[in-house]
């Protein structure tokens, strides 16, 4: 069976730490990130707002990320050895794909892909601050974060919960352990149920066929004109 977990959510929620931690404990499991497929700096655009829109789907080449996922849709095992993941001889009929990102459930032709839905969510105050204790490829140029950053993930919140996308919404404030365990066990319930609905159903015994029990027919009776002989 195959399973395609998204970990979403807020910049600095905790997604990539949950992510990581889910991929040494579940089986067959491989990972896609978004953040890989953010397109060269030249290509993004400079907003309204004065700064380069890097927090809005437009700014990730989505399509590639789309075909990534294809690609382990495919042949999930071949997609595992190719990126060095061993496949678990005790759960060779389970193969899980984890997409982590922050704009994960905007981009409509992935939507329906999912198994399960992550979304991690931390107070303004404690995602700022995390952000500016963050290293960055390209630094965080001054008032980012209250220019672009927080009023995109706002927006597309916003997005996401009017188009109606089903999500689980993780405390991000929460222990590192207690997310941790949290999804893990629903991902487990989750393999489980699937497993238990894809279980073939076990065939009823059939009924004994005895004379006068077959086909449904009944004994025949001696006609009663008949009288008994000796």
């Known amino acids: ?38 397109k060269p700096q030249d290509q993004i655009a400079v907003g309204e707002d004065g700064f380069k829109q890097w927090d809005v789907l437009e700014s990730l080449d989505m399509e590639a990320m789309l075909g990534t996922v294809r690609a382990w849709l495919s042949s999930p095992q071949k997609f595992a050895r190719a990126h060095g993941v061993s496949i678990r001889p005790d759960a060779a009929d389970t193969d899980i794909l984890i997409l982590d990102g922050f704009l994960l459930y905007s981009y409509r032709p992935m939507v329906d892909l999912y198994s399960r839905r992550y979304f ?27 220019g672009h950053v927080w009023p995109m993930y706002q927006k597309y919140r916003r997005e996401m919960e009017a188009d109606g996308v089903e999500v689980v919404y993780l405390d991000g404030m929460k222990s590192r352990e207690e997310l941790f365990h949290q999804v893990l066990q629903d991902i487990q319930n989750s393999l489980l149920n699937r497993s238990q609905a894809s ?11 005895g004379p006068g029990l077959g086909g449904g027919h009944r004994a025949a009776r001696p006609p009663a004109s008949q009288p008994d002989t000796v």
């Not at 889910?22 to 896609?32: G, M, Q, R, S, Y």
């Open 120 to 146: 991690l969510t931390v107070p303004y105050e404690e995602c700022k601050w995390r952000r500016s204790t963050r290293n960055y490829t390209v630094p965080d140029p001054p008032g980012l974060f209250d």
């Open 199 to 209: 279980a073939p159903t076990p065939a009823h015994p059939a009924r004994p066929q």
């Open 1 to 38: 069976m195959k399973l395609i977990v998204g970990i979403g959510g807020v910049t600095n929620g905790g997604k990539t730490t949950l992510t990581n931690s889910l991929l040494k404990a579940l089986p067959n499991c491989c990972v896609i990130h978004q953040d890989d497929f953010f």
